[in-house]
């Protein structure tokens, strides 16, 4: 091989609740590689009953990079994830490893594969700046901010989409020029050929498994880890970081708004509901390898056939 360029980085995506950990564990036991995690709510410290989070026993014998880099206040980009993820692929490489990226978080791998548009960096201004708006303001009010300044990137996102409307705002804070404006032309990431594995259990098990493990976690003191972050004056429930599955609704079950079965109800739901946005997204993958089960064995073979097409064995 002439660079690292020439060096293939394995996709190992799914839905969640799938068992991707499991299989990349079973994987990494087969080959020499790097876990590097593409996720967005593991990136949070303090959070690790709620978004299913290996236990610290798995992560020290199985590092996960990407794992436990931010407290819930802080913001995290795909611009940023970018720039670590290809940090550690590099890091793979230079230890004779092979990089395998593990999760669920569509946008992250999307920047990785197809790059991201020219948007400027976040400042320590302009990130303090736009978080206190949220804080004050709520993410509703700021969209309609957005819609005056922007209305086709308003019409894109969600009203309670608060990291995107946030970040939008911020690219016109920060240029003058609209986020829409400023997404025409794209910055590539990673020039490696790219192995897909794609972890997909039929629908009916996977909604039993996410009623199934929720109630488990509520039972290993969910509610508990909740009320910590509750008591942190610095959070509120317009961070991205609490607006992630379970903690938005525990969040609203804490401020008396629901009731705790309602959290229950409200939390399985939200949960299936983005495994349902996962799933739509992995079906327009294209040249994946999809399995419905947990199997190393398949997926090694697929990684070899695939490197030797690509003539990198």
């Known amino acids: ?6 060096k293939p980085v394995i996709f190992l995506m799914g839905p969640t609740a799938s068992g991707k950990t499991d299989l990349a564990i079973d994987i990494s036991n087969l080959i020499s590689a790097r876990l590097i995690s593409v996720d967005s709510a593991l990136i949070y410290k303090g959070m690790d009953i709620g978004t299913a989070k290996p236990n610290p026993n798995i992560l020290h014998k199985y590092p996960h990079y990407l794992v436990d880099i931010l407290n819930p206040d802080e913001s995290y980009s795909a611009y940023e994830f970018t ?34 548009s020219q948007l400027p960096e976040s400042t320590k201004d302009s990130r303090e700046t736009f978080n206190l708006l949220l804080q004050q303001k709520g993410s509703v009010a700021l969209h309609n901010q957005l819609y005056d300044i922007d209305a ?23 240029t003058g020029k609209t986020i829409t404006e400023l997404q025409g032309s794209k910055i590539t990431t990673i020039n490696n050929p790219i192995i897909k594995i794609i972890l997909m259990p039929d629908r009916d098990l996977l909604h039993e498994r996410i009623e199934h493990r929720f109630l488990k976690m509520i039972d290993d003191g969910f509610l508990e880890e909740v ?13 991205a970081s609490i607006r992630c599955v379970g903690y938005r609704q525990a969040w609203q079950y804490l401020n008396g708004q629901i009731d705790r079965n309602s959290m229950i109800e409200k939390a399985i739901i939200a949960t299936r509901q983005l ?39």
């Open 275 to 313: 495994c349902k946005r996962q799933c739509t997204w992995l079906k327009s993958e294209n040249d994946a390898l999809i399995i419905k089960e947990i199997d190393p064995h398949i997926s090694i073979d697929y990684i070899k056939e695939k490197t030797n097409k690509l003539g990198l064995s």
């Open 227 to 239: 009320e910590n972050l509750y008591k942190n004056p610095k959070l509120h429930e317009n961070l």
């Open 1 to 6: 091989m002439n660079s690292i360029t020439d």
């Open 152 to 174: 086709i990137a308003a019409k894109r996102i969600h009203k309670n989409d608060s990291q995107r409307i946030t970040r939008a705002l911020e690219v016109h804070y920060l």
């Open 83 to 116: 720039n670590d993820a290809k940090y550690h692929i590099e890091q793979s490489f230079n230890k004779k490893q092979t990089p395998l990226l593990v999760g669920g978080t569509s946008f992250y791998f999307n920047a990785l594969e197809h790059g991201l």
